[in-house]
Structure formats: C-alpha cells, structure tokens
C-alpha cells in the first residue's frame, strides 16, 4: 500500500493505493474466467502480438500525455540507437541514395557512398574515421578487445570490427543525434520530392556538420579498410588464445569436479 495524493474539487486528497506485482498481475490475468479477465487477456494479447511481430508496443496516449517525460526520452534515444546500427543505417541510405536523379548502383561513388556518411559522421565526434578508430583502440590486453557493445558474453570478430562497438555513451549518444537528425533531413527531402544528384547527398551531410558546429573530414582518412580488418584479426587471434569460452569453461569445471570425486574414493 502507498499513499497517493489527488484532486477532489478544491481539495487535496490522501488515500491509500494498492500496488501489485507485474508478474503476479500477469499471471493471475491469465488464469480469472470473469469478464474483466477477457478484457485483460484481449489487451496483453494485442501488445504481445504487436511485440512479437514488429518488435515493439507502444502505448501511444501514454507517451502523448507524458508531456515529453522521461519515458519518451528514453524511448526517442533508444529509436536513434537502432536507427544508427549499421545494418539499418545502411538500408535506410541506400534507399535514399537510389532516388538520385544520377543513381548508378556501379559508379564509384555509389560504391563509397556509405563509407563516406559514415566516415564524416564518425570524424565528427572522435576526429577519426571508421577504421582509424577500431585499428586504434582494438586490444587483445584490454577486457573484451576494448569494445564498450556487443551482445553475447564475448565479442564475435564481426562486432569487433564495427567501429561504433568503441564508442564510450557520451560519443554513442552524439553519433546516434548526427545519423538521426541526417536521415530526418534525408527523408524530408524525399517526401517534397526534391531533386537530389548522389553529389547532392554527399554535400548535404558537410552542411548538417557545419550547422551543428562539428568539424569536417578531411581526406579520407589514413587506414584502409583493408588494414584495420588485417589488425582485428591478428589481435582477435591473439584475444581468443587467452580467452575461454563459456562451454570449455563449463568442461573443465567437468573435469576438475571429476577428479575431485575420483580423489574421494568415488564416495559421494
């Protein structure tokens, strides 16, 4: 029980508020055969179909009426996370490139286009560019190569060879508001159905830069590509080698618990 404060005409009222676990409510949601039971079935069924198909819920009016709360907060920097991962980041641009009015998918410069946002954008909050921030800070000698994000208990060497994987949450953060606000302005322009050359698109990312006071790339950088993945490899290698797996882990507890009882005699 919890006291909670409410308006009643001019006055203010105290009454206590029963809270009640989310797992219990839940499970016993499931379980009443009253008519308030189907009404809870039908709408936990409806946001867990929503998250299952599409990955999310939304409660839109609550978010309308938050008045810009922390919850939105966080939900908007969540999106510009997901926005910024470099599969979606990637699609998103690439659809926008295509509706150049000069689009050839085997130009160069349609080719290098991805790598040159996403080298600028980077440039922007490190003063690096993609591959000079991994070959920089990749480290076998460092817990987890170095990397600040990946998903399982280590890293793969894929992750590891993603740039934005480095970045410390105050450089995460400015990258995720640079790639949201470019493709914000990306998308505008399509939607007025702007005439766009690929030069066009390029430009534009050096006019969102200077606008926002970030500094530009200069050159296109002094590692390649080529080298960056060589060095990943190599310290990944070297990584691995000092480096257990959950599974060889899980053996050789194994193995230790066996010798332990062999050493008993076999006696529980």
Same mark, same amino acid.
């Given at each position: 029980?919890?006291?909670?404060?409410?308006?009643? %005409?001019?006055?203010?009222?105290?009454?206590?508020?029963?809270?009640?676990?989310?797992?219990?409510?839940?499970?016993?949601?499931?379980?009443?055969?009253?008519?308030?039971?189907?009404?809870?079935?039908?709408?936990?069924?409806?946001?867990?179909?929503?998250?299952?198909?599409? %990955?999310?819920?939304?409660?839109? #009016?609550?978010?309308?009426?938050?008045?810009?709360?922390?919850?939105?907060?966080?939900?908007?920097?969540?999106?510009?996370?997901?926005?910024?991962?470099?599969?979606?980041?990637?699609?998103?641009?690439? @659809?926008?490139?295509?509706?150049?009015?000069?689009?050839?998918?085997?130009?160069?410069?349609?080719?290098?286009?991805?790598?040159?946002?996403?080298?600028?954008?980077?440039?922007?909050?490190?003063?690096?560019?993609?591959?000079?921030?991994?070959?920089?800070?990749?480290?076998?000698?460092?817990?987890?190569?170095?990397?600040?994000?990946?998903? %399982? #208990?280590?890293?793969?060497?894929? #992750?590891?060879?993603?740039?934005?994987?480095?970045?410390?949450?105050?450089?995460?953060?400015?990258?995720?508001?640079?790639?949201?606000?470019?493709?914000?302005?990306?998308?505008?322009? !399509?939607?007025?159905?702007?005439?766009?050359?690929?030069?066009?698109?390029?430009?534009?990312? @050096?006019?969102?830069?200077?606008?926002?006071?970030?500094?530009?790339?200069?050159?296109?950088?002094?590692?390649?590509?080529?080298?960056?993945?060589?060095?990943?490899? !190599? #310290?990944?290698?070297?990584?691995?080698?000092?480096?257990?797996?959950?599974?060889?882990?899980?053996?050789?507890?194994?193995?230790?618990?066996?010798? @332990?009882?062999?050493?008993?005699? %076999?006696?529980?």
């Amino acid at each position: 029980m919890s006291q909670a404060l409410q308006k009643e %005409g001019t006055r203010e009222v105290g009454r206590q508020v029963a809270y009640y676990n989310l797992d219990m409510i839940l499970a016993v949601g499931y379980r009443v055969r009253s008519s308030r039971g189907v009404q809870f079935r039908h709408y936990a069924s409806t946001v867990l179909k929503d998250y299952l198909i599409k %990955g999310f819920a939304m409660d839109d #009016e609550r978010l309308k009426n938050l008045g810009g709360g922390s919850y939105f907060k966080e939900l908007l920097e969540r999106i510009r996370d997901i926005r910024s991962s470099e599969k979606v980041f990637y699609r998103q641009v690439l @659809d926008l490139f295509a509706t150049s009015s000069d689009y050839d998918s085997q130009s160069l410069e349609a080719k290098h286009f991805f790598a040159t946002v996403q080298n600028k954008m980077h440039y922007a909050i490190h003063h690096q560019t993609a591959s000079e921030l991994v070959y920089g800070r990749i480290d076998s000698d460092k817990e987890f190569l170095g990397l600040t994000t990946f998903k %399982g #208990e280590l890293p793969t060497l894929r #992750e590891a060879k993603v740039a934005k994987n480095y970045l410390s949450e105050k450089e995460l953060r400015s990258l995720n508001q640079l790639v949201s606000g470019y493709l914000d302005f990306a998308e505008r322009q !399509a939607e007025r159905k702007q005439i766009m050359t690929m030069a066009d698109w390029v430009e534009h990312v @050096d006019r969102i830069l200077l606008a926002t006071g970030e500094d530009l790339l200069p050159g296109n950088g002094s590692i390649s590509q080529k080298q960056m993945s060589e060095k990943v490899e !190599a #310290e990944y290698k070297r990584y691995q080698s000092k480096t257990l797996s959950q599974v060889e882990k899980d053996y050789l507890t194994e193995i230790k618990q066996l010798e @332990d009882f062999a050493k008993k005699g %076999g006696e529980e």
